[in-house]
Nanobody, 124 residues
Framework: VQLQASGGGLVQAGGSLRLSCAAS????????MGWFRRPPGKEREFVAA???????YYADSVKGRFTISRDNAKNMVYLQMNLLNPEDTAVYYC???????????????????WGQGTQVTVSS
């Protein structure tokens, strides 16, 4: 699976961005899609994930502000980010895996495929 993330940029605190991730190279069916981020000087951390069934998972830090969605017909995954704050500044990565049990869905090591990352910078 090849993943291409896009949509990052510079935004003021309180603003919104929508990230997109295009998947190609194999069937998108039943693939778990996730978004992770790496803030400056920190480890990669879980942001959100979505199953083929549209079951979603969120990090507590983004719950209520971010929404993950997918368009299976287009092999696309999106991350709508609202009420952004400077702590959301990071490189954002999309990731994919054929299957993940719920208890492992927040761990980067559970994902087999990764996109190249897109920078999101939130100014105060």
């Amino acid at each position: 699976v090849q993943l291409q993330a896009s949509g990052g940029g510079l935004v003021q605190a309180g603003g919104s961005l929508r990230l997109s991730c295009a998947a190609s190279g194999r069937t998108f069916r039943n693939v778990v899609m996730g978004w992770f981020r790496r803030p400056p000087g920190k480890e990669r951390e879980f942001v959100a994930a979505i199953r083929w069934s549209d079951t979603t998972y969120y990090a507590d830090s983004v719950k209520g502000r971010f929404t993950i969605s997918r368009d299976n017909a287009k092999n696309m995954v999106y991350l709508q980010m609202n009420l952004l704050n400077p702590e959301d500044t990071a490189v954002y990565y999309c990731a994919a895996a054929p299957r993940i049990i719920q208890s492992m869905i927040r761990f980067p090591s559970s994902y087999d495929y990764w996109g190249q990352g897109t920078q999101v910078t939130v100014s105060s």
